[in-house]
Nanobody, 116 residues
Framework: QVQLVESGGGLVQPGGSLRLSCAAS????????IGWFRQAPGKEREGVTC????????KYEDSVKGRFTISRDNAKNTVYLQMNSLKPEDTAVYYC?????????WGQGTQVTVSS
């Protein structure tokens, strides 16, 4: 069965870095669109970055451009989100998402807190 498991979240100071991981199972992630979303308290879930595993196109939300980078390791069936120059407004639960046969699959989320 399809499963996505996020990890790597934690507490960091402003300007710090984190690397999130999304381990996929039940499917080969390189064959499907996959990306990262986040949801802050009291706010709607928003897209952060999406990676097309078929054409290698990448899209970033404006507020994270130049700071976040999505990547993948096909051998490990894992997608990563490198987060640099973190800001307090980046604080949120980050979710991995994959679209498979017109269905969306979500991980459980990992908490990222940016605070001094």
């Amino acid at each position: 069965q399809v499963q996505l498991v996020e990890s790597g979240g934690g507490l960091v100071q402003p300007g710090g870095s984190l690397r999130l991981s999304c381990a996929a199972s039940g499917f080969t992630s390189e064959n499907y669109a996959i990306g990262w979303f986040r949801q802050a308290p009291g706010k709607e879930r928003e897209g952060v970055t999406c990676f097309s595993n078929t054409d290698d196109s990448i899209k970033y939300e404006d507020s994270v451009k130049g700071r976040f980078t999505i990547s993948r390791d096909n051998a490990k069936n894992t997608v990563y989100l490198q987060m640099n120059s973190l800001k307090p407004e980046d604080t949120a639960v980050y979710y991995c998402n994959a679209n498979i046969y017109f269905r969306n699959f979500w991980g459980q989320g990992t908490q990222v807190t940016v605070s001094s």
